[in-house]
């Protein structure tokens, strides 16, 4: 059975700092792996997705990684600001009917 | 830039009673989904449809859930009779394929009393 797991569970840090979250998952037969971000009482939107086959995927100051043989994935947020402030959340997909998996997330908070 | 839309954002309703959440799924993707959100908890997926049938569905969604496509836009979750513990944010969800990109609605807080 499928667990997806988010290091750290909450994040402190000063603005500026480049940062990064970790997100593991047990089995590493995956079709992708989505990160997501939520925003408190709000939906989840989608920042990148990277298909098994992809080793990482960028979006701006976003850069995720895969490593599907050892189970993790990275966010790495360069030079982060306030508005970066959110839970994030990293999820897998390992059936042919679009179930997605889904970690705890991490709650980031960047302090001006 | 095209959402996926959900109402009502939030609906509080009387224990026993039934509910259905709505969703307007992006209009050119083929799969759909309802996932929930309990305070403090991950996001648990509840089921899966596709060309009108439910493709996956998992333990939470049993015989008090139902789902249906009505017409060529709308996508809904019924709960039929609500329980205290059904209180969650729901979301709805859809994608092109299984395996491209998912984008989820805002959810529908359901506060069951």
């Known amino acids: 059975k499928q667990e997806v797991t988010q290091i750290p569970a909450a994040l402190s840090v000063p603005e500026g700092e480049n940062l990064v979250l970790n997100c593991s998952f047990t089995?590493?037969?995956?079709?992708?792996l989505q990160w997501f971000r939520q925003d408190p009482g709000k939906g989840l939107t989608s920042l990148l997705l990277i298909q098994s086959s992809q080793r990482e995927q960028t979006s701006g100051r976003l850069n995720a990684s895969l490593d599907k043989s050892s189970g993790r994935s990275t966010l790495y947020i360069a030079a982060s600001q306030p508005g970066d402030s959110a839970t994030y959340l990293c999820?897998?997909?390992?059936?042919?009917?679009?179930?997605?998996?889904f970690g705890q997330g991490t709650t980031l908070q960047v302090k001006p | 830039e095209p959402e996926v839309t959900q109402t009502p954002s939030h609906q509080v309703t009387q224990m026993g009673q039934e509910v259905i959440l709505r969703c307007v799924p992006i209009?050119?993707?083929?799969?759909f989904y309802w996932y929930r959100q309990i305070l403090g908890q991950k996001v648990e997926f509840l089921v899966s449809f596709y060309n009108n049938e439910i493709s996956e569905k998992s333990e939470i969604f049993d015989d008090q859930f139902s789902v249906e496509r009505p017409d060529g836009s709308n996508f809904t979750l019924k709960i039929r009779s609500t329980k205290l513990e059904d209180s969650a944010m729901y979301f709805c969800?859809?994608?092109?394929?299984?395996?491209?990109?998912?984008?989820f609605g805002q959810g529908t807080r359901l506060t069951v009393v």
């Open positions: 999820a897998v997909l390992s059936s042919n009917t679009g179930k997605l998996i």
């Open positions: 209009s050119n993707h083929l799969y």
């Open positions: 089995d590493s037969a995956i079709y992708n």
């Open positions: 969800a859809s994608s092109v394929g299984v395996g491209t990109e998912a984008f």
